[in-house]
Nanobody, 128 residues
Framework: QVQLVESGGGLVQAGGSLRLSCAAS????????MGWFRQAPGKEREVVAT????????????YYDDSVKGRFTISRDNAKNTVYLQMSSLKPEDTAVYYC?????????????????WGQGTQVTVSS
């Protein structure tokens, strides 16, 4: 069982930055693929970024949705059981509840159904 707790959300003006953190319980954090998703009102949950586990032979790999490429950076610190999402050049359309998720998949996955554990979410609001 893995418990995930997000933090770092808030209200920011367009063009600003925020860093989200997701702290995980358990001693097997490094074996999980980690992802950030978001859900805006009336819309489906969508992937933002994912990062592979530490178990891959080629080191960590990452995936970004096209809408955030060049603006967001996902990273993980396995010693701290934490995954981060650094968000820069924020736009009003980035406004959503952001969720951290963990997957037991062997490689990066981008669909919510492939994730086994979810945090409670943190609100990010970008004003114009």
């Amino acid at each position: 069982q893995v418990q995930l707790v997000e933090s770092g959300g808030g209200l920011v003006q367009a063009g600003g930055s925020l860093r989200l953190s997701c702290a995980a319980s358990g001693r097997t954090f490094s074996s999980y693929v980690m992802g950030w998703f978001r859900q805006a009102p009336g819309k489906e949950r969508e992937v933002v970024a994912t990062i592979s586990s530490a178990m891959g032979s080629s080191g960590s790999s990452v995936y970004y949705d096209d809408s955030v490429k060049g603006r967001f950076t996902i990273s993980r610190d396995n010693a701290k059981n934490t995954v981060y999402l650094q968000m820069s050049s924020l736009k009003p359309e980035d406004t959503a509840v952001y969720y951290c998720a963990a997957s037991r998949a062997l490689s990066i996955v981008v669909t919510p159904v492939m994730y086994d554990y979810w945090g409670q979410g943190t609100q990010v609001t970008v004003s114009s």
